[in-house]
């Protein structure tokens, strides 16, 4: 939304449709999230204070809230944030390189003195514009997809048929959200470990509810790992998703992760080292994770 949004207040009522194509997303989809949009302004929230949306006979017109006429006073550090942010936004799909968040990111730069292209370069993965267009097509089309893809905790190459149902990014890199036939269920890709990309004519139809656009959803069926963590491991609690967090005396945290793939957790562990401590969980899943790094070590040995 924060792309669509001034793209369609630089318009004057464009069509539902061309929304849709311009950023990849079904109508319905697109109108659930602008209905939304009223809610998004500041206190004390009255009119002159929210975004006003107004949808009909197939068209919609965004009109910004008054208060975004006023002089935005910022820090150079929340500038510099604000630039580094606007750039990442920039790469994403649909979003116009000459349009108005670019223009306004150069005024920006401008006042901060800075050169916007040389002070602030933001990628979003290695990914081959190829693979990228190719996958992006399919969403918008609703055609399957073969793809050649790199599992990372299993250290393998497979070819997979998928039913794609979006393209984003996070965390700096390129996601695929689709359903894989070779497994039957919902999962995530990284779009830098495809390989190779097949565009099917087999179309499918998307779920009725989009699943979730998280880097990680556990299964209830995945075990658990319980490890305590000294302060120069604390950066586990801000890179990964952990499900439980208890301070400890003396420094110490304890946290409870779910743990989908043992090479993930055999990683982990050999990247902490001393600086975690395996407590409690799957006794069969982590005594093999330790087994195994151990083994490592014996052999550089």
């Not at 039913?163 to 990014?169: E, H, K, L, M, Q």
Request: aromatic letters at 8%; a negative charge; charged letters at 30%.
């Amino acid at each position: 939304m924060l792309a669509v949004v001034p793209w369609v207040a630089a318009r004057e009522g464009p069509t539902l449709e061309e929304v849709c194509a311009r950023f990849g997303c079904r109508e319905q989809e697109l109108v659930d999230d602008l209905q939304m949009l009223f809610l998004c302004g500041l206190h004390p929230y009255t009119p002159d204070m929210l975004i006003d949306v107004d949808i009909a006979d197939g068209r919609v017109w965004i009109r910004y809230a008054e208060f975004f006429a006023r002089p935005l006073r910022l820090t150079a550090a929340e500038g510099l944030a604000l630039l580094a942010a606007g750039k990442a936004l920039l790469s994403t799909q649909g979003t116009d390189p000459e349009g108005p968040l670019a223009r306004g990111l150069g005024k920006l730069a401008a006042t901060l003195g800075v050169n916007a292209d040389d002070a602030v370069e933001i990628s979003l993965g290695p990914v081959p514009k190829h693979a990228l267009d190719v996958l992006s097509d399919a969403v918008a089309g609703r055609h399957q997809v073969e793809i050649e893809y790199y599992a990372f905790g299993r250290d393998e190459w497979s070819w997979r048929v998928v039913d794609p149902y979006a393209v984003f990014s996070a965390g700096g890199q390129w996601y695929l959200s689709a359903y894989c036939h070779k497994v039957n269920d919902e999962r995530l890709f990284r779009v830098d470990r495809v390989r190779e990309t097949r565009r099917l004519d087999v179309e499918f139809e998307p779920p009725s509810v989009q699943p979730e656009l998280s880097l990680f959803r556990p299964r209830p069926e995945d075990p658990r790992v319980i490890l305590e963590l000294d302060r120069s491991a604390r950066w586990v609690i801000e890179q990964y998703p952990v499900e439980k967090v208890e301070e400890r005396k003396a420094g110490i945290t304890r946290v409870t992760l779910a743990v989908s793939e043992r090479a993930w957790l055999e990683r982990l562990l050999l990247r902490l080292g001393p600086a975690a401590t395996l407590v409690d969980g799957d006794r069969e899943v982590a005594a093999g994770a330790a087994r195994r790094v151990l083994r490592r070590y014996s052999l550089t040995i």
